[in-house]
C-alpha cells in the first residue's frame, strides 16, 4: 500500500470534496440537525461504493459506512462531526471533517496491496451540544469492533493531543415551600436556601480533591419571585470535570453528597440530574507518533508539539473504547480561539481547503502503516490497555 499512490488518490478527488467542504459551511446545521450534510456525505460514500447504513443507533443524523477487502485484519475508524455552532455557523471547523475523512476513505479504498482489511467510516453528529458519540454509545453503538479511531480537526497548528477533561453536566433543582417571608416565615422551606448551601459545601470540597479537578456552577434559575416570598423552586447548572474519569466518579458521588447534605439542612428536596457524561482522552503516544510522522513528511503547516491538556470531546468517550487520537490541522492565525470569527472567516480560504488534503494524506497514511505493519499496531493496542488500567488503578 504505497503512499504515493494514496495521495494521488487525495488529489484526484481534493477538488470534489473542497467544494463539499464549502457547501457544508454555506449550509451549518446545529447538533441533530445536520441533514443536510449527512446527505452529501453519505450519497457520495454510497457512489464510492461503501456500504452505508444511515440513523444508526436511532439518532438520526449519524451514519456508518463499511469497506472490506479480504476477510480479517484491521479495522480502521474514521470518524467526522459536521455540526454548526448557533447564531454562528462553523467556527470550530467541523465543515472540513466529513470530506476529510472521505478522501482518506477513498485512498484507502482503492489502494489494493496483498493484507485484508476493513475502512469503517462514522457520521457523529451534535458534538457542540448534545454530544452525538455519547448518544450513540447509550443506544447501543459502542465502536468497539474498531482497530483504531481516527479523526481530524482543524486549528491553529498541526499537532495532536495527549489528555483532555473528563466532565460531568448536572442539572440541579432544590424543592422548597414558598411563603410569606415576613408574615408566616417558619412555614416557608427555602429552595434557593438549599442551592447557597450546596455552593458553599461545594467550595468546601475543593479543598480535598486532586488539583486537576475543577468544579463549575451557576444560578439558571430561582423561581422569580420577589424578596419577601420563601422561594420553592431553585436551579443550578454544575460542571465537574478531571483529566481521570474513574477519579472523577469517585468525587461525584461526594458532590451528589454535598447537594443532599444541604437539603436535609433546609428540609428541601433535591433532584440531581446528568444531562451529559463526557470521557477524557486515553492517551496512546504512540499513534500519536504515527500519525505526526506523517505530518512532518508532508511538511503540514505550522508542526507544533502535541497539547498537552486540552478540553472536553465526546470523542473521549470512544477512545475509552478503542485507541484513538485526533490529528488537528492548522487552518487559522496561532492564538486563533475556537468558536470564534477568525474560524468562521477562514472556513473557505485556501488555508481551510489546503488543510482538508493534509488530514485525508496524514490519516491515511496512519491507516496504511497500521494496516501494512500488525505488530505496530498491537504496540498501539497494548499501550491503550495498559493506559486505561493504569487510569482506573490511580483513581
Given at each position: 500500500?504505497?503512499?504515493?499512490?494514496?495521495?494521488?488518490?487525495?488529489?484526484?478527488?481534493?477538488?470534489?470534496?473542497?467544494?463539499?467542504?464549502?457547501?457544508?459551511?454555506?449550509?451549518?446545521?446545529?447538533?441533530?440537525?445536520?441533514?443536510?450534510?449527512?446527505?452529501?456525505?453519505?450519497?457520495?460514500?454510497?457512489?464510492?461504493?461503501?456500504?452505508?447504513?444511515?440513523?444508526?443507533?436511532?439518532?438520526e443524523?449519524?451514519?456508518?459506512?463499511?469497506?472490506?477487502?479480504g476477510?480479517g485484519g484491521?479495522?480502521?475508524?474514521?470518524?467526522?462531526?459536521?455540526?454548526?455552532?448557533?447564531?454562528?455557523?462553523?467556527?470550530?471547523?467541523h465543515?472540513?471533517?466529513?470530506?476529510c475523512?472521505?478522501?482518506?476513505?477513498?485512498?484507502?479504498?482503492?489502494?489494493?496491496?496483498?493484507?485484508?482489511?476493513?475502512i469503517?467510516?462514522?457520521?457523529?453528529?451534535?458534538?457542540?451540544?448534545?454530544?452525538?458519540?455519547?448518544?450513540?454509545?447509550?443506544?447501543?453503538?459502542t465502536?468497539?469492533?474498531?482497530?483504531?479511531?481516527?479523526?481530524?480537526?482543524?486549528?491553529?497548528?498541526?499537532?495532536?493531543?495527549?489528555?483532555?477533561?473528563?466532565?460531568s453536566?448536572?442539572?440541579?433543582?432544590?424543592?422548597?415551600?414558598?411563603?410569606?417571608?415576613?408574615?408566616?416565615?417558619?412555614?416557608?422551606?427555602?429552595?434557593?436556601d438549599?442551592?447557597?448551601?450546596a455552593?458553599?459545601?461545594?467550595?468546601?470540597?475543593?479543598?480535598?480533591?486532586?488539583?486537576?479537578?475543577?468544579?463549575?456552577?451557576?444560578?439558571?434559575?430561582?423561581?422569580?419571585?420577589?424578596a419577601?416570598?420563601?422561594?420553592?423552586?431553585a436551579?443550578?447548572?454544575?460542571y465537574v470535570?478531571?483529566?481521570?474519569?474513574?477519579?472523577?466518579?469517585?468525587?461525584?458521588?461526594?458532590?451528589?453528597?454535598?447537594?443532599?447534605?444541604?437539603?436535609?439542612?433546609?428540609e428541601?428536596?433535591v433532584?440531581?440530574i446528568?444531562?451529559?457524561?463526557?470521557?477524557?482522552?486515553?492517551?496512546?503516544?504512540?499513534?500519536?507518533?504515527?500519525?505526526?510522522?506523517?505530518?512532518?513528511?508532508?511538511?503540514?503547516?505550522?508542526?507544533?508539539?502535541?497539547?498537552?491538556?486540552t478540553?472536553?470531546?465526546?470523542?473521549?468517550?470512544?477512545?475509552?473504547?478503542?485507541?484513538?487520537?485526533?490529528?488537528?490541522?492548522?487552518f487559522?492565525?496561532?492564538?486563533?480561539?475556537?468558536?470564534?470569527?477568525?474560524?468562521?472567516?477562514?472556513?473557505?480560504t485556501?488555508?481551510?481547503?489546503?488543510?482538508?488534503?493534509?488530514?485525508?494524506k496524514?490519516?491515511?497514511?496512519?491507516?496504511?502503516?497500521?494496516?501494512?505493519?500488525?505488530?505496530?499496531?498491537?504496540?498501539?493496542?497494548?499501550?491503550?490497555?495498559?493506559?486505561?488500567a493504569?487510569?482506573?488503578?490511580?483513581?
Amino acid at each position: 500500500m504505497g503512499k504515493e499512490s494514496l495521495y494521488e488518490t487525495i488529489d484526484g478527488a481534493a477538488a470534489e470534496l473542497i467544494r463539499m467542504s464549502d457547501e457544508i459551511f454555506d449550509h451549518p446545521e446545529i447538533g441533530m440537525e445536520e441533514h443536510y450534510a449527512a446527505g452529501i456525505l453519505t450519497d457520495w460514500l454510497e457512489k464510492e461504493g461503501f456500504t452505508v447504513e444511515r440513523g444508526v443507533a436511532g439518532v438520526e443524523t449519524a451514519f456508518r459506512a463499511v469497506y472490506r477487502r479480504g476477510e480479517g485484519g484491521p479495522n480502521i475508524g474514521l470518524l467526522c462531526e459536521y455540526d454548526a455552532l448557533p447564531g454562528i455557523g462553523h467556527a470550530c471547523g467541523h465543515h472540513m471533517q466529513g470530506p476529510c475523512i472521505l478522501a482518506a476513505a477513498k485512498a484507502l479504498k482503492e489502494a489494493g496491496g496483498d493484507r485484508p482489511y476493513c475502512i469503517t467510516v462514522y457520521g457523529t453528529p451534535a458534538e457542540e451540544s448534545v454530544s452525538g458519540k455519547i448518544q450513540m454509545i447509550k443506544n447501543g453503538c459502542t465502536f468497539e469492533e474498531l482497530s483504531v479511531a481516527l479523526m481530524m480537526h482543524g486549528g491553529p497548528a498541526t499537532q495532536v493531543d495527549v489528555k483532555s477533561l473528563a466532565n460531568s453536566r448536572f442539572r440541579v433543582i432544590y424543592h422548597g415551600v414558598s411563603s410569606h417571608a415576613a408574615i408566616r416565615p417558619e412555614k416557608g422551606r427555602s429552595a434557593l436556601d438549599g442551592l447557597i448551601l450546596a455552593f458553599q459545601g461545594i467550595e468546601f470540597l475543593r479543598e480535598h480533591v486532586n488539583s486537576d479537578v475543577k468544579i463549575h456552577y451557576t444560578v439558571t434559575s430561582c423561581g422569580g419571585t420577589p424578596a419577601n416570598v420563601v422561594p420553592a423552586l431553585a436551579e443550578a447548572c454544575f460542571y465537574v470535570r478531571s483529566y481521570n474519569r474513574a477519579y472523577l466518579d469517585t468525587v461525584i458521588e461526594r458532590f451528589k453528597k454535598v447537594l443532599m447534605g444541604a437539603a436535609m439542612m433546609t428540609e428541601t428536596e433535591v433532584e440531581i440530574i446528568e444531562e451529559k457524561k463526557v470521557d477524557n482522552k486515553i492517551p496512546v503516544l504512540s499513534l500519536n507518533e504515527i500519525v505526526m510522522r506523517q505530518a512532518k513528511a508532508l511538511d503540514a503547516p505550522q508542526l507544533r508539539p502535541a497539547r498537552e491538556k486540552t478540553g472536553s470531546t465526546d470523542f473521549g468517550n470512544v477512545m475509552r473504547r478503542v485507541p484513538g487520537t485526533c490529528a488537528r490541522v492548522a487552518f487559522v492565525p496561532e492564538g486563533a480561539a475556537a468558536h470564534s470569527q477568525e474560524y468562521v472567516d477562514a472556513g473557505k480560504t485556501k488555508a481551510a481547503h489546503d488543510a482538508i488534503v493534509y488530514g485525508a494524506k496524514i490519516l491515511a497514511g496512519t491507516a496504511a502503516e497500521l494496516i501494512e505493519d500488525p505488530k505496530l499496531l498491537e504496540t498501539v493496542q497494548k499501550e491503550f490497555k495498559e493506559a486505561l488500567a493504569r487510569e482506573s488503578s490511580e483513581a
